[in-house]
Every structure is written in structure tokens, then in C-alpha cells.
């Protein structure tokens, strides 16, 4: 598939979007040049309408947002960009330009967390403490949580069943990482049986 610039008389609209969270950060536009530096740079460029240039974003904050996918719609005159950012996206401080904050697909930047602290082997870290404990250890952990979520479920205290809840998901990542799996792939076999 090939832009079509000249459709949108040189300015293609960019959906940035959280690779992690798929939560929509912001819209922007680039024309070709842009769009080349974005891909050498791996950085997301834009063209300023207002500033009439190219405009790295981050090039004054250092919320840089690096380019994990790229993909063209179906008319040939749309980018989404799939990005990590480094920071807020929004110049307001906020982590979307649309005003959304939320807890949606946090599980993603916490399994990414999780991942980082193992593969880098963080000596202070917890998770790569337990996970260097071995297979074992890490399922019978899982499994404690999971009693204790069952215990205060049978209560009445909604935080004490909430704080339960967070810790089994924390640790069951942590599982999955041990067995060299993502949430991603447990999401696609419960997609596959709906």
C-alpha cells in the first residue's frame, strides 16, 4: 500500500496510539518528509500546521514516542502509529491529548514492568527475586494469592477482595513469564472460544 498525499493535499492525519495500552494518545499530521524521518528516526515526527516544520514530538519535553508499528488503512490516507512513550504525550502533562485517563490496559506496562525487571536481572526487585526462586516457587505463590482471593470473597470488605485480585494478576504474569508466555496469548485462546 502506497499514501495517498496528494488525496489530503499533502497532509496525512496520525492516530498515535499506546502499544502497551492501545489507549489513543493524540492526532497529528505529516507530509512525506515527515513521515521519512519518522521511519530513519524510529522517532514520531509530525508536520506543524502551526509552526509550518517538522516537529519532533518530544524534541522540548523528551516524551519522545518511539515507533513500534505502522500500519496504513483501507483508503490509503490514514496512519496509526503503535508508539511507547516516554513520558506524558499530551503538552497539558496528561497521558492522552483527549483527556483519558484510565487504569485501561495497564496490565500491559505492568506485564512490560515485570519483564524488564527479569530480563535486565534488577538484583532489588521482588519480582526477579521470586522469579529466580524458580518455576516452583512462582506457581505455589500464584497459588496462595488465589486462596487468599477465594478467602475474601466469602467477606465483605471490597478493598481487602480488591487488593487480593491485584496480587493474583501480578503474580499470574510473573507465571507466565516463568512458562515464556504473554497475556497477549492467554487473551487470543479466550478470543478463540468465544
Known amino acids: 500500500?502506497?499514501?495517498?498525499?496528494?488525496?489530503?493535499?499533502?497532509?496525512?492525519?496520525?492516530i498515535i496510539q499506546d502499544n502497551n495500552t492501545l489507549q489513543v494518545l493524540m492526532l497529528g499530521?505529516?507530509?512525506e518528509d515527515a513521515l521519512a524521518k519518522t521511519k530513519a528516526e524510529n522517532k514520531v515526527t509530525f508536520y506543524s500546521r502551526?509552526?509550518?516544520r517538522l516537529w519532533t514530538k518530544?524534541?522540548?519535553?523528551?516524551?519522545?514516542?518511539?515507533?513500534?508499528?505502522l500500519k496504513i488503512d483501507c483508503d490509503n490516507d490514514t496512519i496509526l502509529i503503535k508508539v511507547t512513550p516516554a513520558g506524558p504525550t499530551c503538552h497539558t502533562g496528561s497521558t492522552s491529548c483527549f483527556k483519558e485517563e484510565t487504569a485501561k490496559g495497564f496490565v500491559y506496562n505492568l506485564q512490560a514492568t515485570i519483564h524488564q525487571r527479569i530480563d535486565e536481572n534488577d538484583e532489588n526487585?521482588?519480582?526477579?527475586?521470586?522469579?529466580?526462586?524458580?518455576?516452583?516457587?512462582?506457581?505455589?505463590?500464584?497459588?496462595?494469592?488465589?486462596?487468599?482471593?477465594?478467602?475474601?470473597?466469602k467477606d465483605?470488605?471490597?478493598?481487602?477482595?480488591?487488593?487480593?485480585?491485584a496480587?493474583?494478576?501480578?503474580?499470574?504474569?510473573?507465571?507466565?513469564?516463568?512458562?515464556?508466555?504473554?497475556?497477549?496469548?492467554?487473551?487470543?485462546?479466550?478470543k478463540k472460544r468465544s
Open 58 to 69: 518530544g524534541e522540548e519535553s523528551g516524551n519522545f514516542l518511539e515507533v513500534i508499528d
Open 167 to 190: 496480587d493474583l494478576l501480578y503474580h499470574y504474569l510473573i507465571l507466565l513469564k516463568a512458562k515464556n508466555f504473554t497475556f497477549e496469548e492467554i487473551e487470543s485462546v479466550l
Open 29 to 31: 499530521y505529516m507530509n
Open 125 to 153: 526487585s521482588y519480582t526477579n527475586q521470586l522469579y529466580k526462586r524458580g518455576i516452583n516457587k512462582v506457581a505455589q505463590k500464584v497459588g496462595e494469592e488465589a486462596v487468599e482471593l477465594i478467602i475474601e470473597a
Open 156 to 165: 465483605n470488605d471490597d478493598k481487602l477482595f480488591k487488593d487480593e485480585a
Open 50 to 52: 502551526s509552526k509550518k
Open 1 to 14: 500500500m502506497k499514501l495517498d498525499f496528494k488525496k489530503t493535499n499533502g497532509l496525512i492525519p496520525v
